[in-house]
């Protein structure tokens, strides 16, 4: 298999090792901090903006993205035209008095003009805003209200309408333009009397320490707070890591690197990995979903080299594998492959990484078979050359992780937030460790508190929340970013995070719980969906399991079952509630009896963004569950 000879060949490289010096810093034998050497440094003149220009100076003819047309082929747009186009656009903002510093808005799905409004606005010397498409008209209205937007870009005329309704009660409603009623082209008429000479006055003038953008969080506790990164953030973020990935996937694998972008360009990991990738001279091309079955015929067609994605994404192709399987009537065969890759892939990094012998000839026999049979058609799920992904957003399961190693792809995970421009830590890439989620990114720090709380320090880390300077200064602890999520150093300096601070529960017996390891592994299982973890001040640990619905589909399919049998009949199918009880079963695993999940219940429903219970980046809102489902939650304690 391809990805195993890279790690193999990577191995004797020695100048692509250690690229990136760690240094350990230990309290009582217990390692309580680690720092990654910078493998790259910005220069304080530079900005993100400047990219764009840059490629055209060192290779004009480099394609850097492929844009899908109206005919549906992947068109390849070079570092020339993109240029021109971005600077055509920063033409046309300034023409409509975007001004130095102004600030512009965008909200769309994820697609090719995101890219060139970002960088236009940038090169206008403005400030961009991201705007999750899905966002109401309330958390619109904050948003345009709190950054004092002068200008937004918006997909559609369904997306515009929410504008206008956000915009009413604002003393001065921004000017709004559609992509798709041709935002570009408008715009580019607009500025065409303007020289390059003032684009490139405005841009030249911005520097690192400049603000780059404002990106809201997701508001899982509350009302989203704007994060101010300034473009020696960004800059940061995606010079280290190209320095560290890069190098390594370009030398080993002997490919030309592209990657599919899905997740939204209002998330910040969405966001800093296409930076990277244009300042890298990667091909990009954009898909604007991250459903599985709007995603798996766009992977085959663009099939890219690596995807950047969420620990739900690489479940539902493992799930579509497994129903598929049923479907056929080979779904103990699919059983099998399952074990037979966790128990290959854990023998072979183990071998890689010099802690085991690797798998013996009956293991490797049984591999081979299975990668006829099942594997092969994992990795044309996902395009066919794929040998490397990124999780990211929450924990992927180990055993997950394992299974697509078996498979042919590697699934590095990494760690961030919005406040620390997406990835703080991340495995690195001749040494991945499942179950962690790597080491800090060069340039970076990470110390484990007196209380587990994970901190972070280094270029990456945003310098304050706009407009909230009680929240900025509650933030920082002796000059480090106090993230709230909870987590451990391994003795090599590899983070792994057990939770939330804010969402720790602590039972009537005293017994302090992190729900995230449970539901972690409780959504991993198919049919669970999403599910919540509760028992504050309560007896035992109980949890609330919505269902998923493609597994619910199968489900009753394999079944012969009627697909329109009602949710509420389903939550009370005992067979049904047999498979979910192996769901939490598994997840119990991972925990003491006093933490383990004791009761759960089965809700109709689903939780989502359009009820409120669900952010745009598909973190679940606590309060609001709790809110909707409080008699639900009762009758789990009830007495039986």
Not at 519 to 526: A, C, F, H, T, V
Not at 555 to 567: E, F, G, I, M, S
């Amino acid at each position: 298999m391809g990805v195993r000879k890279d790690l193999k060949r990577a191995k004797q490289r020695g100048d692509l090792v250690d690229r990136a010096p760690v240094e350990i810093v230990r309290s009582d034998g217990v390692v309580r901090e680690v720092c990654t050497a910078r493998l790259a440094r910005t220069s304080a003149t530079g900005s993100t903006g400047d990219i764009p220009y840059d490629n055209v100076q060192h290779a004009p003819e480099s394609i850097i993205l492929r844009r899908r047309g109206a005919d549906g082929r992947w068109r390849p747009v070079t570092a020339a035209e993109f240029a021109r186009e971005v600077n055509a656009v920063a033409k046309g903002l300034m023409a409509a008095g975007v001004s130095a510093g102004g600030r512009v808005a965008i909200m769309s799905r994820t697609r090719y003009e995101w890219t060139v409004i970002d960088f236009a606005i940038w090169a206008a010397g403005g400030q961009s805003v991201p705007v999750y498409a899905t966002s109401s008209a309330e958390q619109v209205a904050w948003i345009l209200d709190d950054a004092a937007v002068t200008h937004v870009v918006v997909e559609d005329d369904e997306l515009a309408a929410v504008v206008d309704a956000a915009a009413r009660d604002l003393p001065q409603p921004p000017e709004v333009w559609r992509v798709e009623g041709g935002a570009l082209a408008e715009l580019t008429a607009l500025g065409a009397h303007l020289s390059d000479a003032e684009v490139t006055e405005r841009r030249v003038a911005v520097t690192a320490d400049s603000i780059a953008t404002i990106c809201y969080t997701s508001g899982t506790a509350g009302r989203p707070k704007g994060c101010v990164l300034t473009h020696g953030n960004l800059r940061a973020e995606a010079e280290n890591t190209v320095e560290l990935l890069h190098p390594v996937f370009r030398e080993v694998t002997r490919q030309t690197a592209s990657t599919l972008l899905f997740l939204p360009l209002a998330h910040v990991l969405g966001r800093t990995i296409q930076i990277a990738c244009l300042l890298a001279r990667i091909e990009i091309g954009h898909c604007p979903s991250i459903k599985p079955e709007d995603l798996r015929p766009q992977l085959r067609e663009f099939r890219p080299t690596f995807v950047v994605g969420v620990p739900y994404l690489f479940e539902k192709i493992h799930d579509t594998g497994r129903a598929t399987a049923e479907r056929m009537g080979r779904g103990a065969s699919f059983a099998r492959a399952d074990a037979i890759a966790v128990r290959y892939g854990e023998a072979h990094l183990a071998r890689h990484l010099g802690t085991g012998k690797g798998p013996g000839l009956a293991l490797t026999v049984a591999h081979a078979l299975y990668d006829l049979l099942v594997y092969r058609r994992i990795r044309s799920q996902l395009g066919g050359r794929l040998r490397y992904a990124i999780s990211g957003g929450s924990p992927l399961d180990r055993r997950l992780m394992l299974f697509f190693y078996a498979a042919g792809v590697v699934v590095y995970e990494g760690y961030g937030l919005t406040e620390t421009t997406a990835a703080a830590t991340i495995s690195p890439p001749l040494a991945p460790r499942p179950g962690t989620v790597g080491l800090p990114v060069p340039g970076t720090a990470v110390r484990i508190a007196a209380d587990g709380e994970v901190l972070i320090r280094g270029d990456i880390v945003f310098d304050a929340y706009w407009n909230a300077p009680d929240a900025s200064r509650r933030c920082r602890t002796d000059g480090w970013f106090a993230t709230g999520d909870l987590g451990g150093l391994d003795d090599d300096g590899y983070l792994t995070i057990t939770g939330r601070k804010k969402d720790v529960i602590v039972t009537s017996g005293g017994k302090n719980v992190s729900p995230a390891v449970l539901e972690d592994r409780l959504r991993s299982r198919p049919p669970v969906g999403q599910c919540v973890v509760v028992g504050d001040r309560r007896p035992y640990v109980a949890a609330l399991v919505t269902l998923e619905a493609e597994a619910i589909e199968h489900w009753l399919a394999v079944r012969r079952r009627p697909k329109d049998t009602p949710q509420d009949v389903l939550c009370d199918d005992p067979e049904l509630i047999a498979d979910v009880q192996r769901a939490v079963d598994y997840a119990n695993e991972a925990v003491s009896r006093a933490e383990s999940v004791r009761r759960f219940r089965i809700v109709p429903g689903a939780f989502t963004e359009e009820n409120g219970q669900l952010t745009p980046s598909l973190k679940v809102k606590r309060a609001e569950v709790a809110k909707a489902y409080a008699d639900e939650i009762e009758a789990l304690y009830a007495r039986r």
